[in-house]
């Protein structure tokens, strides 16, 4: 399987606007592991090129929202899909797109079952969450608090 590469559609606003950037998924089980990699070069490129606090609670939650969200695409929704993110002021928006009309529901909390618990991860950790269908599949949205006090931002590379 293909690695996702960026789609080049980063938006080249000015410091302190929305910015994004697009990879396009194919499936593969390294989409998982690339993706979290490229969220964190984006943060990493933020704090660079223009600025961004990011602390590291802020990277983490991100990284693992990337993750369980490109994770439920692998496992569920066959076909292609897309991952965009999104930095507006403090919070980073995470959206993963797909070709399955079907939209993800979260299940109660239940100790005794293995697995299937991302989703409710992603909702704890989020700040906001939306899943919406679209003319093609669905969206899925998270956003992410970049950081959480002045003495916690992590002012060096990410990684």
Wanted: aromatic share 4%; proline share 6%.
């Amino acid at each position: 399987m293909r690695e996702p590469e960026p789609s080049g559609r980063e938006d080249a606003a000015p410091a302190g606007r929305a910015w994004q950037t697009s990879v396009a998924l194919h499936g593969a089980g390294t989409d998982i592991a690339q993706a979290r990699h490229l969220a964190a070069d984006f943060l990493a490129r933020g704090q660079a090129e223009r600025g961004l606090r990011v602390s590291r609670r802020g990277l983490d939650l991100t990284q693992l929202v990337v993750s369980e969200l490109v994770t439920n695409v692998c496992k569920y929704a066959p076909g292609p899909a897309l991952m965009n993110l999104r930095i507006d002021g403090d919070v980073v928006e995470v959206t993963v797109w797909d070709s399955d009309p079907v939209l993800p529901v979260a299940r109660g909390a239940d100790a005794d079952r293995v697995g299937r618990h991302g989703l409710e991860i992603v909702m704890a950790v989020a700040q906001g969450f939306e899943a919406r269908l679209e003319r093609c599949g669905k969206s899925v949205t998270a956003r992410i608090a970049l950081t959480d006090d002045p003495a916690g931002t992590h002012q060096g590379d990410p990684h």
